[in-house]
């Protein structure tokens, strides 16, 4: 099985095979060599082969959380929570390579969980830096701000302020 | 007492149906429409519903509250903390319906409630206060007359909330140039959350430390102050991780604070369980800062170190046993405590809710560590409260000892499905200043860095590498082959899964 | 000392992890084929496997276990208890390969491992034992020459095993008549639990309480004697329930008894962990019983009412540290401690093995309880080893309080797919003597009743029809329909649950 | 739905149907209100009108545990383990009404896990008194003496001393 595994800034190319009773699992061509089982719905214990080629002996206890892009999850691993996106191999095409999560595109900005837009920042055309606060957000009872991630300038604006938004609306576009 | 009503939800609740079931004592929870399937609503003898999700029309309603309460038939009212802990209406209303109001009297709530009234009681009892304004500056005060007052105070100030708590309507004011945008912010939060809108000022301590007293007071005049609790590591002024005792903090100390503490709330005529808040100078100097009149959220960490159930006591001075706790071993704390408030937030944007359903929950267990919760595997966090999902407490024989504890049962907490603030104490745990004790309330702000960065972001690879390792099995094995983002369900992928399957 | 292999698995297993884990000690597990997925695994930092499930294959292989330990790079070796924990050899073998065994010398665990030999040392520490054997009896000792011996020592009297513990190998034997039968059935069982058939007899002691000292001795002659554990409730010699400290015993009784406990290690230069037994009869006077070189597995309630962990004071102990503890706190209990051992066993069928799946877990939590476990909701109960699956502990203000949040913890303990003592330990929490700790050794074998029946089994009529309207309430909602066992799958039963899960 | 659920001793003819967002659980005639919510896989948290047909406000936490046979579970309520055997209605037929738990046929005695005979007690044809010791089976650690219900005499003996039984497996019968 071969598979496109995004994590961090960069994207891996990862096959999984079986030999015996152990998994042989190559990412960007190194191979390491585990013993695998399943010990709940999305929880493995896996015995990972040092470097040297002995016996897989460290131990690693996984567990994934699905997000809502089928394929995405949150890898629970040695007491860390790392997000990963699986795709089969070919599946991110070029544009997702190292340092690729910086983009050049426009930036959609969208809400991150359900809640009340309190303050809209911007307008339309107005030219924004790097963290400059967008769109303000209530949930929880917390006031979140929302940040461009790079300098552009503001294109749509698709909310006012008042009403409530859904999780992943659209808030407003950066380009 | 043999029936309690908790005016409250997620994991005070929780904590209270516990002391109360130790007790002997039935247990009636209330819930919201979204709390239906909460773990209070689970574990109590009754629930009974107060409205629709949003606080205002249920948790707020002191009208549905007592209505609940009357038809349960429940003899007292326990109201945890946030919500109406502080309300002196609520506590009144419990009386005038013949229940016991689980906390002090109304009159003590509405004196110490308001921050200037409880600056003017410490002030009655020889305790010193931060310099400040006397009287509250009401929502229309002019903006030129809050420049002028904060004139005399000087540069950098604290605007503050005469009911505020929790951070909420609190902003750290440099210059005059900010006063107004900050006099709007905090005013609008304070209204939203207080429902008052009224400010003071404080002169601003630099780099002080943030030290609270815990106080039991019963209906016969005995006010017993606890070992003090260390609360300097905050974020947005919210305490995010305390401990006890301070290593800041001697004995010498100790017993000059608690007994200050002691003093403000005998002045007031205080009962049931509060806290006295102070700064601590860099100099030893300390201040008071506020009472809350309730049981606080970092509770456990005294209970750890001095083995006092503060709820069991709170519920014992309601129904009116006297204090019978030995004053010189709640002074003397047995080793350390430390407790870290799991947030349904990410660290790693900002601290952003993450609210939704927790598809996983491995909690830790073993010597020394106690997980308070209102969380359970396929449960929902609400996006309309708090998002504290847990406090997590550690016990270890030396401070050293109670940190690599908590290094340990952060590691072993896994939340999956929504995003905490686990990573973020293991940010803080590792830090060299953190585990010298070399801190005080700017610690978060400067450790962390500029708003939208944040220290975690920089990953191990061979994390990263396991993870990668994780997810490629976890798709080569699973049973039930599902569709993947990049399009149509690939037959060649589900046949692998089912081959996989079968093995 | 960097790294630890763990020759054990299970809770215990679980728990030297956490020890090592919270002192910055990497960990190696070992595992038999059926524990691949166990607990212990899935926490170490390393596992390594030794064998197929039956113990005797692998966690009782002392070459496959030394290997293990030389080839993952482990300095040191903690044998948890049972399995290999009092085994002489295998101290001995760890010593030969530079591993630090983390327990005694090999010298003290021959010595005081046999029963008869450990009499002669508490003797000649001037602590009186129970009247019998001086020698040990072996397999070749005719029926006829016990008999006689049995004679000088009068009936009732206890048969035991030489190499005996945890109630194998032991027999009560109450006429000349019932000697030879039980003298097989002893024999037998101590052949095959420790591969020595050689027993010895005791003067039975009527109704006594079953006492006994924890105790750290380091490498530079100190031995601190801690406060009493109570372990008098035992079912089949097993202990089920324990609690510290013993009501039974006074101040100055407990000064005697742990200066009597210490005084026979001394005697026999003894290191690290272990406990002295007594047995305590209704006069107050008390006896020498045996001693367990070990860590024993009611540990966690002296770590509950003294602070102290004991785990990490073994490896402190093993690394050449001192003991610096305070000898006067260890003697003074802070408050009170209980312990259940939960079981996979039916207390409803005889306590008849339930090994199997755990389908559901819900463990508790709260203030004041310890779940000590090497269960996880997904995890297999494997037939090979001991059934005890968790040791429930629960703390207190006072010895009802510990009970009372016994009682809450265990109707919040939720094990779905095995049968657990749970129910069984409710009903001994509900006991009035018991609550008023009027209990001896006889406690279970006089309440429970005769063999066959059960307490449990008078059910209550509102809690069974509780169960009926849940499970009637599951069917009708589950939204996957199953085959009922009626016979072929009903249609109609699965429309309907297809039209609820719609819903 | 009508369903027929033996507990101790008797069996429950139940029915379940639904009004509005509540439940009407039917046992033996009389009636429960239940706002009943799955809260996992195998959990339901429940609401149950008291008698005086008030809101249902009682709380019972329940779960259940699938036993080897379908339809049987263990419920865990109220913090007691109560099994029950669930069928569709008509299906115990008339043999399992109240007491029927104790039964007058012969008796098969099967394993109740796996293990490994120890020893056999008895041989075909010796009359044996109830609860009198009929077979050792060792496991975990154990021996466990499986025990005669009543009165009876022993037909078959299935097993040998020596050998590893699978749970469920016939061991011997009396009659």
Same sequence: chains 1, 4.
Avoid at chain 2, 52 to 73: F, H, N, T, W
Avoid at chain 2, 265 to 289: H, P, Q, R
Avoid at chain 2, 453 to 464: K, T
Avoid at chain 2, 484 to 494: C, L, Q, Y
């Amino acid at each position: 099985m071969n598979l496109e595994i995004a994590v961090g800034n960069g994207v891996r190319a990862v096959s999984v095979t079986r030999k015996g009773a152990l998994l042989h699992v190559s990412v960007d061509g190194r191979t390491t060599v585990v013993d695998a089982r399943r010990v709940g719905e999305m929880e493995l214990s896996l015995l990972v082969a040092p470097d040297d080629g002995s016996a897989p002996v460290r131990g690693v206890d996984a567990s994934l959380a699905a997000q809502r892009t089928s394929g995405d999850f949150d890898v629970h691993v040695a007491g860390r929570t790392i997000p990963v996106q699986v795709r089969l191999a070919g599946s991110f095409g070029r544009q997702k390579t190292a340092g690729a999560a910086q983009g050049t595109g426009p930036q959609r900005i969208t809400a991150p969980m359900p809640g009340k837009i309190v303050r809209v920042l911007v307008k339309p055309g107005d030219e924004v830096k790097a963290r400059q606060g967008l769109v303000v957000v209530e949930a929880m009872k917390m006031e979140n701000e929302l940040r461009a991630a790079r300098d552009g300038r503001v294109r749509d604006v698709a909310v006012t302020e008042g009403p409530s938004v859904d999780a992943g609306a659209l808030l407003l576009v950066v380009e | 007492m043999k029936k309690i009503l908790i005016a409250n939800r997620g994991e005070i609740a929780v904590r209270v149906i516990r002391a109360c079931r130790d007790m002997g004592i039935a247990t009636v929870a209330i819930y919201s429409e979204c709390d239906r399937a909460a773990l209070h609503v689970r574990l109590a003898d009754e629930a009974w519903p107060v409205g629709p999700s949003a606080p205002r029309e249920s948790y707020l309603r002191i009208d549905a509250i007592i209505d609940a309460a009357k038809k349960s038939g429940a003899d007292a009212v326990h109201p945890g903390y946030g919500f109406l802990a502080e309300n002196e209406d609520f506590a009144a209303a419990c009386r005038d319906a013949g229940l016991v109001f689980i906390g002090p009297s109304p009159e003590a709530i509405t004196l110490m409630g308001s921050k200037t009234a409880a600056r003017q009681a410490a002030i009655k009892a020889g305790v010193p206060v931060v310099p400040g304004t006397e009287e509250p500056l009401s929502e229309q005060t002019s903006d030129a007359d809050v420049l002028k007052v904060a004139e005399g105070i000087g540069y950098p100030l604290m605007l503050k909330a005469v009911a505020g708590g929790g951070g909420k309507g609190m902003r750290m004011v440099s210059s005059p140039a900010e006063l107004p945008a900050s006099l709007r912010a905090a005013r609008s939060e304070a209204q939203s959350a207080f429902g008052d809108g009224a400010v003071y000022l404080e002169r601003r301590i630099l780099a002080p430390r943030h030290i609270e007293v815990q106080l039991l007071g019963d209906h016969y005049g005995t006010v017993l102050p606890f070992v003090e609790r260390e609360c300097s590591i905050q974020r947005r002024h919210q305490k995010v991780i305390e401990e006890s005792p301070s290593l800041s903090v001697s004995p010498e100390l100790r017993r000059r604070m608690t007994a200050a503490a002691a003093a403000v709330a005998k002045t007031v005529g205080y009962t049931n369980a509060g806290t006295i808040e102070f700064l601590l100078d860099s100099d030893g100097s300390f201040y008071f800062l506020e009472m809350n009149t309730r049981l606080q959220v970092e509770h456990p960490i005294t209970e750890m170190v001095t083995g006092v159930d503060l709820v069991q006591w709170q519920i014992r001075i309601a129904r009116g046993e006297p204090l019978t706790l030995d004053p010189e071993s709640l002074l003397t704390p047995k080793a350390h405590a430390i407790e870290c408030r799991i947030y349904a937030e990410d660290p790693e944007t900002g601290f952003m809710p993450s609210p939704g359903r927790i598809q996983g929950l491995r909690v830790p267990h073993g010597p020394g560590v106690r997980d308070d919760s209102g969380a359970y595997e396929g449960g929902e966090v609400p996006i309309f409260y708090d998002p504290m999902i847990s406090k997590l407490i550690t016990w270890g024989e030396t401070r050293d000892h109670a940190i690599a504890r908590m290094r340990r049962a952060l590691a072993e907490y896994q939340v999956r499905g929504i995003r905490t603030t686990i990573p973020f104490f293991q940010w803080i745990l590792e830090d060299e200043d953190f585990k010298a004790a070399r801190f005080d309330t700017t610690f978060i702000d400067r450790k962390w860095g500029a708003p939208g960065s944040s220290p975690l972001q920089s990953r191990d690879p061979a994390h990263e590498e396991l993870a990668v390792i994780a997810a490629a099995i976890h798709m080569f094995t699973r049973s039930i082959a599902t569709t993947v983002a990049a399009g149509e369900p690939v037959s060649i992928w589900k046949q692998a899964g089912r081959a996989e399957a079968r093995r």
